[in-house]
């Protein structure tokens, strides 16, 4: 049984009622923020590797066309002059400035949280995430949406969910038959199905068929709505009246159709059907690559697949691929996310570029770039578009480049990424880079405190030493903390909080400083100096999992003056007089 919620009448406001009324609500903590970043390929998984093909699943897998559909625009195009100018050729590498002007952008779609589902609708994009509210880790009060749209892929709007959308995570989004249709579950509660004909005016339906796990997941392939939870399977050809089918996936992963056959892929055997309804599952033989993996127990299991795409008359997943879903054949070294205009496209991330190639030809690498200031920020890094999280949703965002180019004056294929016309001049690079212009920043040394160069102003023979602190709150006490050299932004680059000192170490030590004081240590192995002790201090602030209460060599107190106090001499010199909380002299802070 299912009941109906209405929501049309929400979406004739403004939508800002709820958000101005309790701006405290917003977002101070989310578990959704921290996810890897990997490749801007695919169309309906959203920003990140586990993507599936094509631009928007109402395009994906029927007979392997990429016509018009449902009123969505076809797949762009790829000429070779366009093609040419992305490929990177050697002695040239992936991660060096764009100087054809060809390389392909990643537009930094609005997240809430984690990796947005992307598809392509006849009305523009529209991209779904959510975040969980409350103060920490420890204290979820609820779960929030966000449901954008942009009719050029750059500049996004927010589409208000209406008092109906509140305490709602909603996590799959998908179109198809006129259709759309979004999956998740309310805050403490029952799973949701929500349908809609315009991506405005929602109605929301219970998933009676859901079981204890509630769908997350939909996609649409050929002429029906998939739903997937945990171990759970249903389909629908409108979006509102489900069945409810067997399977033996336990995690979905994708799905396509071709050469009269359905697809699904997870964390489980292929899934074929023939009609959409009775399935059959044909395990892969585990002598292919990517087929089986071995659990810590010995047993073995088939390999997740995330990735279902048809086209030239084969399905193809990660380095397999199949003409009827049933018998596959290896293809070591490709595993496509996309087809275009006849090339594959795929496998591969930000940090490696892309890899393209024709059915039996050559593999070529593409560049790609994230011409952002966020791109290069430690807090950006591992995230595209991701909004704050200790503030309101915005109702606008506008992602767009210096050039003013736009999904609608140039080619946008997967989740999202912009292909410039030949000819496009290249955007001012600026990246802090290297003098080999290679990135100074990276992931592995996103600050600059963790760079040792011979010279720091003219950034020659720069290394990475991961195990340097990245700021002085980094040491066990602050006084440790001593750079050999200052980096200097030039002209056209960021201005970056990030880019300052470099060759940063607590090596250093402070003659006016106590002994021992602030030094780490264990309460079950006590080697302070007396009259110093091991004791506990105040736990730091964490957004993430609650840290453990740090051990130090202190002293007990109940009164800053009797915690001790110097001179400080070296890195944030000056007097020092140590506070004194919850009866311990706490370590010395630099403000």
Same mark, same amino acid.
Not at 16 to 40: I, K, M, Q
Not at 121 to 128: E, F, I, N, Q, R
Not at 193 to 222: H, I, K, M
Not at 389 to 407: I, K, M, R, W
């Given at each position: *049984?299912?009941?109906?919620?209405?929501?049309?009448?929400?979406?004739?406001?403004?939508?800002?009622?709820?958000?101005?009324?309790?701006?405290?609500?917003?977002?101070?903590?989310?578990?959704?923020?921290?996810?890897?970043?990997?490749?801007?390929?695919?169309?309906? !998984?959203?920003?990140?590797?586990?993507?599936?093909?094509?631009?928007?699943?109402?395009?994906?897998?029927?007979?392997?066309?990429?016509?018009?559909?449902?009123?969505?625009?076809?797949?762009?195009?790829?000429?070779?002059?366009?093609?040419?100018?992305?490929?990177?050729?050697?002695?040239?590498?992936?991660?060096?400035?764009?100087?054809?002007?060809?390389?392909?952008?990643?537009?930094?779609?609005?997240?809430?949280?984690?990796?947005?589902?992307?598809?392509?609708?006849?009305?523009?994009? *529209?991209?779904?995430? %959510?975040?969980?509210?409350?103060?920490?880790?420890?204290?979820?009060?609820?779960?929030? %949406?966000?449901?954008?749209?942009?009719?050029?892929?750059?500049?996004?709007?927010?589409?208000?969910?209406?008092?109906?959308?509140?305490?709602?995570?909603?996590?799959?989004?998908?179109?198809?038959?006129?259709?759309?249709?979004?999956?998740?579950?309310?805050?403490?509660?029952?799973?949701?199905?929500?349908?809609? %004909?315009?991506?405005?005016?929602?109605?929301?339906?219970?998933?009676?068929?859901?079981?204890?796990?509630?769908?997350?997941?939909?996609? $649409?392939?050929?002429?029906?709505?998939?739903?997937?939870?945990?171990?759970?399977?249903?389909?629908?050809?409108?979006?509102?009246?489900?069945?409810?089918?067997?399977?033996?996936?336990?995690?979905?992963?994708?799905?396509?159709?071709?050469?009269?056959?359905?697809?699904?892929?997870?964390?489980?055997?292929?899934?074929?059907?023939?009609?959409?309804?009775?399935?059959?599952?044909?395990?892969?033989?585990?002598?292919?690559?990517?087929?089986?993996?071995?659990?810590?127990?010995?047993?073995?299991?088939?390999?997740?697949?995330?990735?279902?795409?048809?086209? =030239?008359?084969? $399905?193809?997943? =990660? =380095?397999?691929?199949?003409?009827?879903?049933?018998?596959?054949?290896?293809?070591?070294?490709?595993?496509?996310?996309?087809?275009?205009?006849?090339?594959?496209?795929?496998?591969?991330?930000?940090?490696? !570029?892309?890899?393209?190639?024709?059915?039996?030809?050559?593999?070529?690498?593409?560049?790609?770039?994230?011409?952002?200031?966020?791109?290069?920020?430690?807090?950006?890094?591992?995230?595209?578009?991701?909004?704050?999280?200790?503030?309101?949703?915005?109702?606008?965002?506008?992602?767009?480049?210096?050039?003013?180019?736009?999904?609608?004056?140039?080619?946008?294929?997967?989740?999202?990424?912009?292909?410039?016309?030949?000819?496009?001049?290249?955007?001012?690079?600026?990246?802090?880079?290297?003098?080999?212009?290679?990135?100074?920043?990276?992931?592995?040394?996103?600050?600059?405190?963790?760079?040792?160069?011979?010279?720091?102003?003219?950034?020659?023979?720069?290394?990475?030493?991961?195990?340097?602190?990245?700021?002085?709150?980094?040491?066990?006490?602050?006084?440790?903390?001593?750079?050999?050299?200052?980096?200097?932004?030039?002209?056209?680059?960021?201005?970056?909080?990030?880019?300052?000192?470099?060759?940063?170490?607590?090596?250093?030590?402070?003659?006016? =400083?106590?002994?021992?004081?602030?030094?780490?240590?264990?309460?079950?192995?006590?080697?302070?100096?007396?009259?110093?002790?091991?004791?506990?201090?105040?736990?730091?602030?964490?957004?993430?999992?609650?840290?453990?209460?740090?051990?130090?060599?202190?002293?007990?107190?109940?009164?800053?003056?009797?915690?001790?106090?110097?001179?400080?001499?070296?890195?944030?010199?000056?007097?020092?007089?140590?506070?004194?909380?919850?009866?311990?002299?706490?370590?010395?802070?630099?403000?």
């Amino acid at each position: *049984m299912s009941r109906a919620v209405v929501a049309s009448e929400a979406f004739e406001r403004s939508g800002n009622e709820g958000r101005a009324a309790a701006p405290d609500r917003y977002g101070r903590w989310s578990t959704l923020a921290g996810f890897a970043l990997g490749l801007v390929v695919g169309g309906c !998984g959203g920003q990140s590797e586990a993507i599936d093909a094509g631009q928007g699943n109402a395009n994906v897998g029927i007979d392997g066309a990429t016509g018009e559909a449902d009123g969505v625009p076809s797949a762009p195009t790829l000429s070779d002059e366009q093609l040419a100018a992305a490929v990177v050729t050697p002695p040239d590498t992936f991660d060096r400035p764009d100087t054809s002007g060809g390389a392909w952008r990643v537009i930094e779609v609005p997240a809430a949280g984690g990796s947005p589902n992307i598809v392509r609708t006849p009305s523009g994009w *529209m991209a779904l995430s %959510s975040r969980f509210l409350g103060p920490d880790a420890k204290v979820i009060t609820g779960v929030e %949406s966000a449901l954008y749209r942009s009719r050029d892929g750059v500049h996004w709007q927010l589409l208000p969910l209406g008092p109906a959308g509140e305490d709602v995570q909603l996590e799959g989004l998908a179109y198809g038959a006129g259709r759309h249709v979004m999956v998740g579950q309310r805050f403490g509660g029952e799973g949701v199905v929500w349908t809609s %004909s315009d991506g405005e005016r929602w109605t929301e339906s219970l998933q009676s068929l859901s079981g204890p796990f509630a769908w997350n997941t939909v996609t $649409f392939v050929r002429d029906r709505f998939f739903a997937f939870g945990f171990g759970q399977l249903a389909s629908s050809e409108t979006g509102e009246a489900w069945t409810a089918l067997p399977t033996s996936i336990v995690q979905y992963g994708a799905g396509a159709y071709g050469n009269g056959r359905y697809l699904l892929l997870g964390n489980g055997p292929p899934q074929v059907s023939a009609d959409g309804y009775a399935w059959a599952e044909h395990p892969l033989d585990c002598s292919l690559p990517r087929a089986c993996i071995t659990n810590p127990s010995g047993g073995v299991a088939q390999t997740a697949h995330h990735v279902a795409l048809f086209a =030239e008359g084969r $399905f193809f997943t =990660e =380095e397999l691929s199949s003409l009827d879903g049933v018998t596959w054949e290896a293809q070591p070294g490709l595993s496509p996310r996309m087809y275009i205009d006849g090339h594959f496209v795929g496998h591969s991330s930000l940090s490696a !570029g892309l890899a393209t190639w024709k059915l039996g030809g050559a593999i070529q690498t593409l560049r790609t770039i994230r011409p952002s200031r966020s791109a290069v920020t430690a807090a950006g890094r591992d995230q595209v578009g991701a909004l704050a999280h200790d503030a309101p949703l915005p109702e606008a965002v506008d992602a767009s480049f210096e050039d003013g180019l736009t999904c609608e004056t140039a080619d946008c294929v997967g989740g999202l990424l912009l292909v410039p016309p030949p000819g496009t001049p290249p955007l001012v690079d600026r990246e802090p880079r290297k003098a080999d212009g290679t990135p100074l920043l990276t992931r592995d040394c996103p600050v600059s405190s963790m760079l040792f160069c011979d010279d720091y102003v003219a950034r020659t023979g720069c290394v990475c030493r991961m195990a340097a602190p990245r700021s002085p709150d980094d040491c066990d006490d602050v006084s440790q903390y001593r750079c050999a050299g200052q980096f200097v932004t030039r002209p056209n680059e960021w201005q970056l909080d990030e880019l300052a000192q470099g060759g940063c170490s607590c090596d250093a030590t402070d003659p006016n =400083e106590p002994p021992d004081i602030g030094r780490s240590c264990s309460a079950d192995a006590d080697t302070c100096q007396r009259p110093l002790e091991c004791l506990g201090i105040d736990t730091p602030p964490s957004r993430g999992k609650p840290s453990d209460q740090p051990f130090v060599c202190t002293a007990h107190c109940t009164a800053d003056a009797d915690c001790p106090s110097w001179v400080a001499t070296g890195f944030c010199s000056g007097p020092v007089q140590l506070r004194c909380s919850n009866g311990t002299c706490q370590p010395r802070a630099c403000d």
